[in-house]
């Protein structure tokens, strides 16, 4: 008694079909497709609240460059000496 036969399935179907209609199943499905969304990301971040997140494992050293020079700004160009 506890499963549900294929012929059980498919008179629910066949209910829920004629109860909403054809049109508004996709909507149905879709919005319940978005609330399962919202309430498995609000568990884990409920699950994620309590406990530290885990480290992020050290990256092997990699070969160094030298410190970058400083570059040195170009002069600005005096108005005096542009005149039209």
Do not use: C, Y
Request: overall charge positive; proline content about 15%; charged content about 20%.
């Amino acid at each position: 008694m506890g499963s549900l036969s294929p012929t059980h399935w498919l008179i629910i179907a066949v209910l829920v079909l004629v109860l909403f209609g054809a049109k508004r199943l996709p909507d149905a499905a879709r919005g319940l497709g978005r609330s399962l969304r919202i309430f498995k990301s609000e568990m884990s971040e409920m699950q994620s609240d309590g406990t530290p997140k885990p480290e992020q494992p050290a990256k092997a050293p990699t070969q160094e460059l030298p410190p970058a020079q400083p570059s040195t700004p170009a002069p600005a160009p005096n108005p005096e000496t542009h005149k039209a």
